[in-house]
C-alpha cells in the first residue's frame, strides 16, 4: 500500500529528488503518500448499530489503483515495466507517470470493469470519482501547505504536531508564511461614508 | 441554563448568533447550540483536546482574545485540512473523522464546525444582494431589506476594502477590460469595486514603521496580514478582531445583552414538535447529542430557530420527520464556481503596480470585485500555498492538463496541473492574480440535500447531495470567464490557467429550504409553527451572485423582529 | 420545474413497452426506465460485460445478429435464476440477483431487461375469462377493443399443432372435452393456445430450405425452448417469438418519441403536494446498476410497469400515501405440474411416431380452459428444466417416503431422486407434461411488503406472503384430476403430480388492484399523475388464464386515458 500510494505522489506532485532538495526528513515526496494514507483512513466516520466506525479508505484505495493500472495494461491501454522504483508495489507502481495519470483519469471517468474494485468502491461510481479526486487534492495540499514541516511528528494526532522547519513547499514559491501584517497599503479607493452620503442624497 | 429558555437557536454560524442578538437585546432568553468548538473562550482552554469543564458560556468575560490568537495558528494545513484541521466540519477532536456528508461527485466542501461557523474561515465578504435578483423573484421585495442591511453593516461592521497590490492590479485589468468603478452598495449596472468587507479598516498606524508589526497586530484595524481564510486573531481584545466573523462580532454582542447562552460541542438530532388541535404542529424542542460524551437530552423551549446550514438545517427537518414537502432539501444553489489564474512577468508587473510581484497573499484575501448582474461576479483571491494549489490546479472537472485538447485558444493550461506542470505554475505564485468567477446559478428541485438511504452517523441518515447546473448557468459561467480570462490578458498576462471547476464546489451554499416554498416571509416554516430558519437555506434564490452572508444577517435580524412580535 | 419527459415509464416489461409505443404514437415524449440489460441492442454489445450507453431511442440500434449471440437458447446460461441472462437481476451476472424475502420454499421467475419477463414467457396469450372481468369494476365488453388492438399488434396466432398437442387433443377427447373455437370461453372445452408467436413459415416442411435458413426468416420454426429466448427472425422486429423488446419496443423506438434507459433502478416516486390536485408524481429517483450513481427525473405523469412485486415496493419505499391495499391481494394462479410417461408403442398408434419429443414446438400450445376452476396447458420445456421442475420442486416432500391413497389419479406426488430420477429422465422424449393454472381468488393477507430488517442498494427489499385458500385449493386438485384423467385416457403408463409448493412466482398479478390502488383509468387514488401499467392492476387472477395479455389491453387502454386526461 505505502509504494502505491508514493507511486501516486510521484505522479502528481513534483518530484523532490529532481529539483535536489534535501529533506530533512529523508523522504522523496516529502512523506505526502502518508498524508494521503492519513487522510483516506480518517474520511470516513459511520454509526453501525453499537459500533461507531471510521472506515479504512485507503487499503482499498491502492486496490482500486492497482487493479484499474492492471486492467488497462490488459487492454493495451499502458505498459507496465519491471518492479524498481517503487518496491513492494503493485501494478500501478509498475506504470510510467504518464500512465499512472491516465489511470486516474480512466478511473475518474468510470472507463472500468467496477465490479473487480474492492468495496467499498466496487459498483460505486460516486465514490470513486469523489475519491479519485480527492488524491489529486490531498497530494497538493499535502505538498504545499506546512504538513511536511510537522516532520517527526506529522503522523501525530493533530494537536500534537510541531512545525520542525519551515515548510519547503511555502519557501519553493516565497510564501513568506503566516504573517502578523504587512505594509502594503495602497489606500482606499472608496469608502462606506462616501457612498452612503451619495445614497442618502 | 437553569430553566427553559424562551428561544432555542440552532447553530452558531453566520445566521445564529445574529438572531441570538437581536433577540437577547429585546429581553428573550436565547440558548444557542453550536456543534463545533469554542476557539478564544476561557471556558474551553483546550477546545479539541478535551470537553472541557463548562457546558456553555454566557459571559462576555469568558471571551479571551490571547487564548484565541494561540489556538488560530493560521498555518493553513492546521487550520483548513478538510479532515482534521481546526476548521473542519467535524467534532472539536480532531483525531476523529469529520462529519461524513455523501457527495458522490468531485467535491470540495468547505464548511466549518464551531462558535462563528463558516464565518469563522470566511472572507468576509458582505455585500448585498442584488436587486433584480430579489424583486419580482422573492416574496418579499428589495426595499425591505434594506434597513435590516444597514443595521448588520453598522453591527459588524463593514467597510469597502483597502487597496494593496492584487486589488490595484485588479482595478487596472478591469479598466483595461472597459469596466468602470461602481460606487455603490445597491449593485444595478456592471463595474468593478472594492469588496465590501466585514475587516475593520487597516489601522492608521500600520505604514509607520515606527510601530513593529507585533505592536499593530495588537492594535485595532486589519494589518493586511492576509490568510483571511485561516482565521484572524489579530486585534487588542476578542471582539475587536479585524475579521468579523460572527464569534467576534454579534456573539459577545449577545452575551453582553445577558440573554443569551451558548453552547458549543452540542449536535442537535432532532427538533420536537407537539400536534395543537387547533393550530397543527409546532415546535416545543430539540433532541441533542454531546459530541463528546454521546450523551443525549430533550431541550425545551417556546420557539426553535434552525440556523444549522444549508446542508444541515434540511438533513435535521428529515430526520426529525417533520411534515412532508417536497422543496425541503431542494433549490440548492453554489454559484457554480469557476477559477482563472493569471501569471504576470515582472516588468509587466512593474509597470503596472510599482512592484515586480503581487504577492496575492497580502491584503485580504479578497479585496476586489466586478459585479455583472445578470451573470454574477468576479472577485479576486490570494490565498495560501497549499490551499491555492488545491483549488487551482487539482480540482477540475476538465481532467488533466496533460492529457487535454492541446490546442486551447483561450487558455494556456486548464484542468488539472500534475508533476512538473505544477511546479512550474506554482513557482510563479507570487506573480499570480487569482479570479473567482461566481454564477448566478438557477434554483432547479433536482438540486439538492436528501438523506442517504443507507449509511447513518452518529447523528442519524447522513446528508446526501447532489448539483448539478442548468444549461443557462453553465452559460453564465462560460461568460464570466471569458470575461475574467479577457481582464487577465488585457492587463498583461503572459499565462492563463482555467480550473474548470467541478460544479460541487460548496463554499457558498444556499436556498433548500426557501422563502415561499419552505418557509414564509417572516421564515417561520408554513408546516411547523414556532420554527424559524436562520441561514442561507431560506434564501429564494442565489442572490444574483453576491456572497450570501449579509444576506442571510440581515434576514436573521428581520426575522428576530418577527418572531418577536408574534410570540413575545 | 424543468420536465425530462412527459412521460416516466418505469419498467420495459409486457406492459411498460405498450404504454410506451401507445403514448409515443400519440406524440407523448416517453423515457423508459428498466432495471435490466437491453440484449440485441449495438448500444451495448457486450451487455453483460459492460456499462455501454446511457439509453437507446433509435430503432436502427437494434440488430437481430447481436440478439441472436446474445440469446444463446441453453438453458442454463439463459434460465439460472441465480447467474442466468434471464435472472431478475443487474446486467453484470457477477453481481448477486436482487434478493427477495420469500419465506418457504419458493421462488419468482422474474426476468429483468428490456422485454422483462415477456424474454422468457411462452407467449401464452388467452383473454381473461368473462366471468372473471364481471367482478372488475370495468365490463369485459369494454376490455374487447384493447385485447383485439394487441392481439392483432403482437400480432396473436392459434399456436401450431405438434406432436405434444397432438396427444393432448387425443387424450381431451377421449376424456370427453370438445374443441371450444373462441377466443372467449365460457364453457369448458380445449382448443389451440392463442400464442404471440408468428406463425410457422409456408417452407418450413420444405427439406430443400435449411433450419439455418429458416431461422432467419419470417416465422416460427417449432424450435422449442421458447423460454430460453427466441431469436429466430429476419430483423429484431420480426423475431418469432413476440416478446415486447421485439414487438411493442421496435414500434415505440419508431415513433421517435420514446427513449430507453437500461440499466436503471428506480428507487423512488417523487411527489409533491398540489393546492389542487392533491398529492401528485412529479418524478423518480434512480440508480445506475453499473456505476450505483443515482439521479433523478422528472415528468407530467409517471408510469409504473415494474410488476406486482416492484411496484407496491416502489410505492411503499417512496412513502406514499397509506392504502391498505398497496401490495395485497397477491395471487399467482397457484400453479401445479403433472407429468406422464408414454410407450412407444402407444405412442406410434396415436402419433405415428415413437416419441413425445416435448421439446419441439411452442413450449405450451394447447390449453383446457375451465372458467370456475382455471386452465391446464401441456407444455413441453428443456431437460433441466423438466428435471427440476417436475421431480425437484414440491410442496409433498419425496415421493418415495409417501404412500399415496388409492383413490388419487396419479401414481406419484412430490420429489424423485437418484435411481428414479433417473429413470423418469430417461423417459424424458416419451413424457408429456402440464401446467396447471388454478382460478385463485384475491386475499389481503397475501402480497407484497417490505422487510423491516433486509435492505439491499434500492431500498427495503420485498417480503413475499402468499397462502392459496382452502376454495383455491379445492380448484386446483379438481384441475389435478382432470389432468391426471386426460393423461390415464390418452395412455400414460405413469403420472407424476409434482405438487408445487405456493410460492411459485411466475404468473404475478393484482397486488395494485384496480378499484383497491387505482381507478378504473390505473391512477393512483391517492397520487395524481401516477398510473400503473402491468398485471398488478388486475383485479382478480382472470379465471386462472396467463395474464398478459390482459396487461397488455389494459396499458393499451390506459395510455389512452392518460394521453386524454394530461395530453390532450
Known sequence: MQATFRALTDSLVPSTRRIGYESPINITDMGVHEYLIYGLDHYIAIQEQLHHITLPLAYPTAIMLDEAATQLVNTGRAQASPQIQFPGGGMFSRLSREDRIQTLSALENLAFDLYLLPSPFQNNGGLIKHVIDALNRFAMFGYYSEWPAYGTTRLYPPDDRRLEFFPWGWQQVGYPGVSLGYRDFRGMLIEYEEVKAKEVD | MKTDPDVIVIGAGGGGPVIAKELGELGIRVLVLEAGPWYGNKNWPNPNENRGEEKESS?????????????????????????????????????????????????????????????????????????????????????????????????????????????????????????????????????????????????????????????????????????????????????????????????????????????????????????????????????????????????????????????????????????????????????????????????????????????????????????????????????????????????????????????????????????????EAMKGYRRTLTLSVITDDEVQFHNRVELDPHVKDEHGAIPLVHYTPSEKSKMRREQLVKIATDMLRKAGAKEIHRSDLPPNYYIHLQSTMRMGYVVDTSCEAYQVERLYIADNSADYNSLGGPNPTLTTQALATRTAEHLANKYF | MSIDADVILIGAGAGGAVVAKELGELGVKVTVLEAGPWYGNKQWKEPNQHRGSVSSSNPSDLDVNLLRHQYNRQENTMNDVVSGRFRFGPADRRQSVWYRNIPEHGMAWQASGVGGSTQHYWANSPRAFASAVDDWPISYSELIPYYEKVEHTLPVQFAPTTSKEELFYYGAEKAGWSLIDTLNPTSPGYRPQPNAILPPNERLMDPNTSLHQLSHMEGCTLAGHCINGCPYGPSVDKVAKRSTNVSYIPLALKTGNVEIRPNTFTTKILTENHPEEGVKAIGVKFRDTWTGEVGELYGKAIVMAAGSIENPRLWLNSDLPSNEWVGRGLTNNYWDWMTGVFDEKDLMRILGNQNVNPFVGHTSAARLDYPGLGSIQPSGLSPGLTSFLTFGFSQSGYASKLKQSPDVPWDLQGRVVGNELKEWMDSYRNTLSFLILTDDQPNKRDGVTVDPFVKDEHGAAPVIQYTPSKQDTKKRNELAKITADILRKAGAKKIIRTDWPANLFAHILTTMRMGFVVDTNCEAYQVKRLFIADSSVEPNSGGGVNPTLTAQALATRTAEKLAKKYFS
Not at chain 2, 146 to 155: A, D, G, L, N, S
Not at chain 2, 189 to 216: C, F, T, V, W
Not at chain 2, 286 to 311: F, N, S
Open chain 2, 59 to 423: 459571559n462576555p468575560n469568558d471571551l479571551d482574545g490571547a487564548l484565541y490568537r494561540k489556538q488560530i495558528t493560521r498555518l493553513e494545513n492546521d487550520m483548513n485540512d478538510f479532515v482534521s484541521g481546526k476548521f473542519r466540519w467535524g467534532s472539536a477532536d480532531r483525531r476523529r473523522g469529520p462529519w461524513y456528508r455523501n457527495i458522490p461527485d468531485p467535491t470540495i466542501l468547505w464548511q466549518t464546525a464551531g462558535i462563528g461557523g463558516g464565518t469563522i474561515h470566511y472572507y468576509a465578504n458582505s455585500l448585498r444582494a442584488f436587486p433584480h435578483a430579489i424583486d419580482n423573484e422573492w416574496p418579499i421585495n428589495y426595499a425591505d431589506l434594506i434597513p435590516y442591511y444597514e443595521k448588520v453593516e453598522k453591527t459588524l461592521p463593514v467597510e469597502f476594502a483597502p487597496t494593496t497590490s492584487k486589488e490595484a492590479l485588479f482595478y487596472y485589468a478591469a479598466e483595461q477590460s472597459g469596466f468602470s468603478l461602481n460606487k455603490t452598495l445597491d449593485v444595478t449596472s456592471s463595474g468593478y469595486r472594492p469588496q465590501p468587507n466585514a475587516i475593520l479598516p487597516p489601522n492608521e498606524h500600520l505604514m509607520d514603521p515606527n510601530y513593529s508589526m507585533e505592536e499593530i497586530s495588537h492594535m485595532e484595524g486589519c494589518t493586511l496580514s492576509g490568510h483571511c481564510g485561516q482565521g484572524c486573531p489579530y486585534g487588542p481584545t476578542y471582539e475587536k478582531m479585524a475579521k468579523r466573523s460572527t464569534n467576534v462580532s454579534y456573539v459577545p454582542l449577545a452575551m453582553k445583552t445577558g440573554n443569551v447562552t451558548f453552547r458549543p460541542n452540542t449536535f442537535v438530532t432532532k427538533v420536537l414538535t407537539e400536534n395543537d388541535v387547533k393550530r397543527g404542529k409546532r415546535a416545543v424542542g430539540i433532541q441533542v447529542r454531546d459530541t463528546w460524551t454521546g450523551e443525549t437530552e430533550e431541550l425545551r423551549a417556546k420557539v426553535v430557530v434552525m440556523a444549522a446550514g444549508c446542508i444541515e438545517t434540511p438533513r435535521l427537518w428529515l430526520n426529525s420527520e417533520l411534515p412532508h414537502n417536497p422543496w425541503v432539501g431542494r433549490g440548492l444553489t453554489n454559484h457554480y464556481m469557476d477559477m482563472v489564474t493569471g501569471t504576470f512577468d515582472e516588468e509587466t508587473l512593474t509597470e503596472i503596480i510599482g512592484s515586480p510581484s503581487i504577492n496575492p497573499f497580502v491584503g485580504h484575501t479578497s479585496g476586489a470585485r466586478l459585479d455583472y448582474p445578470g451573470l454574477g461576479m468576479i472577485e479576486n483571491i490570494g490565498e495560501s500555498p497549499g490551499i491555492s494549489a488545491q483549488t487551482l490546479f487539482a480540482f477540475s472537472e476538465y481532467g488533466y492538463n496533460s492529457l487535454g485538447e492541446s490546442n486551447q485558444e483561450m487558455w494556456e493550461s486548464r484542468g488539472r496541473l500534475v508533476g512538473s506542470e505544477l511546479e
